[in-house]
T-cell receptor, first 112, second 115 residues
Framework: DVKVTQSSRYLVKRTGEKVFLECVQD?????MFWYRQDPGLGLRLIYF???????EKGDIPEGYSVSREKKERFSLILESASTNQTSMYLC???????????FGSGTQLSVL | AQKITQTQPGMFVQEKEAVTLDCTYD???????LFWYKQPSSGEMIFLIY??????QNATEGRYSLNFQKARKSANLVISASQLGDSAMYFC????????????FGQGTELSVKP
């Protein structure tokens, strides 16, 4: 079974802190994605990556950056966390022959 | 413009009855795929069913079926014989061929199954 692992299930940070959310997949998938989920808004795409060292902005990239130095790992970075970045963050991956995305279990981030 | 619209924020259904969750989409791409995911309170996203735009028949997976009406741009999820474990958030999503692998999600519908 495909496994997408997000390093933390719950995270509490202070305003202004630099925050790293890590995601690792074990199926050699080319594509990886970061979404945030907010009530009433569904899932919105922050950034995605088609391959190592490649990244593309999604619909809401402001305040975020990403890093993909290795194929299996896709990191989301909040350079200076703000309270409006309090949200559930979901990582996903997809192989080129797959239709669906495989999701991690999510990280609930609270910025105080 | 909203690409995926789920107009039912919350729904109730009696156990063992069927329920339809609505989803409409908007695209000019002739090649696209439609997905439904389930998210229980645990937070994991569980893939339920997929329909390609060129598929002639409606997709089915066990108790789940996708009522695909291309001309109306709707992709409703039908759950037959509801079970208590079906209580969850349900998300409709679309992938357009020219947009690569990314999925666009709707706002979600929270389904509650009553005993």
């Amino acid at each position: 079974d495909v496994k997408v692992t997000q390093s933390s299930r719950y995270l509490v940070k202070r305003t202004g802190e630099k925050v790293f959310l890590e995601c690792v997949q074990d199926m050699d998938h080319e594509n990886m994605f970061w979404y945030r989920q907010d009530p009433g808004l569904g899932l919105r795409l922050i950034y995605f990556s088609y391959d190592v060292k490649m990244k593309e902005k999604g619909d809401i990239p402001e305040g975020y950056s990403v890093s993909r130095e290795k194929k299996e790992r896709f990191s989301l970075i909040l350079e200076s966390a703000s309270t409006n970045q309090t949200s559930m963050y979901l990582c996903a991956s997809r192989g080129l022959l797959d239709e669906k995305l495989f999701f991690g279990s999510g990280t609930q981030l609270s910025v105080l | 413009a909203q690409k995926i619209t789920q107009t039912q924020p919350g729904m109730f259904v009696q156990e063992k009855e069927a329920v339809t969750l609505d989803c409409t989409y908007d695209t000019s791409d002739p090649s696209y795929g439609l997905f439904w995911y389930k998210q229980p309170s645990s937070g994991e996203m569980i893939f339920l069913i997929y329909q390609g735009s060129y598929d002639q028949q409606n997709a089915t997976e066990g108790r789940y079926s996708l009522n695909f009406q291309k001309a109306r741009k709707s992709a409703n999820l039908v759950i037959s014989a509801s079970q208590l474990g079906d209580s969850a958030m349900y998300f409709c999503a679309m992938r357009e061929a020219h947009q690569g692998g990314k999925l666009i999600f709707g706002q979600g519908t929270e389904l509650s199954v009553k005993p």
